[in-house]
């Protein structure tokens, strides 16, 4: 299996400001994937992250508003820029270990914009 | 596109009884993975279950059964002697053979209380 940590756990933001969420896996992974998770739904994927090229974006979801970074092959990160109250959710990191079928998720992290 | 449907927002089941959670799916591909992941408060994701389309034989994991008909494009979810430690949100995913492996498709959730 693997084990997935997220920083922060929680925020509480400002609209106009930016949040920078952290997922660190302690095994090396090809593929990193972030999703939201809007309160009271389902979970949407919002980008993949492949190590050494950029992240590949769903429909409805761009790089200016995501930024996201895979430095290497056990982290990404995941920046919320120009943050409204729109953008409050859950935003989960997830993997899939190379040959192997099943999807990994962290804990999430819960984002407020006020 | 692919669509994965849970016609139940809410369950309720007794501790000790059964409770099947129901999904249906809409696709035009013969080969597929189907999943139920589970969200407690914590919300954490964990996967309980896994089906993969060219299976004929319904997966099962301790309590956990599913009731896979491909032709119907059902996936249910069947959980037996239900434990408190059992409420949560159960997610039904759908997911391309082949495809993008981190491209699952949720349904919108069915969350399921234990009374004691």
């Known amino acids: 299996s693997a084990v997935i940590s997220q920083k922060p756990s929680r925020d509480i933001c400002q609209r106009g400001t930016s949040l920078t969420i952290q997922c660190q896996v302690d095994s090396q992974v090809t593929m990193m994937f972030w999703y939201r998770q809007q309160p009271g739904q389902s979970l949407t994927l919002i980008a993949t992250a492949n190590q050494g090229s950029e992240a590949t974006y769903e429909s409805g979801f761009v790089i200016d508003k995501f930024p996201i970074s895979r430095p290497n092959l056990t982290f990404s990160t995941l920046t919320v820029s120009n943050m409204s109250p729109e953008d409050s959710s859950i935003y989960l990191c997830?993997?899939?270990?190379?040959?192997?079928?099943?999807?990994?998720f962290g804990p999430g992290t819960r984002l407020t914009v006020l | 596109a692919q669509t994965v449907t849970q016609s139940q927002p809410e369950m309720s089941v007794q501790e000790a009884e059964t409770v099947t959670l129901s999904c249906t799916y809409d696709?035009?591909?013969?080969?597929?993975?189907l999943f139920w992941y589970k969200q407690p408060p914590s919300r954490q994701m964990i996967l309980v279950i896994r089906q993969e389309a060219y299976k004929q034989q319904n997966a099962t994991e301790n309590r956990f059964s599913v009731n896979f008909q491909k032709a119907a494009k059902s996936f249910s979810l069947k959980i037996s002697d239900s434990q408190l430690g059992d409420a949560a949100m159960y997610f039904c995913?759908?997911?391309?053979?082949?495809?993008?492996?981190?491209?699952?498709?949720f349904g919108k959730g069915t969350k399921l209380s234990v009374k004691p």
């Open positions: 995913a759908y997911r391309s053979y082949g495809g993008s492996q981190g491209n699952l498709i």
């Open positions: 696709t035009s591909e013969s080969d597929y993975y």
């Open positions: 997830s993997v899939v270990l190379d040959n192997y079928n099943e999807q990994f």
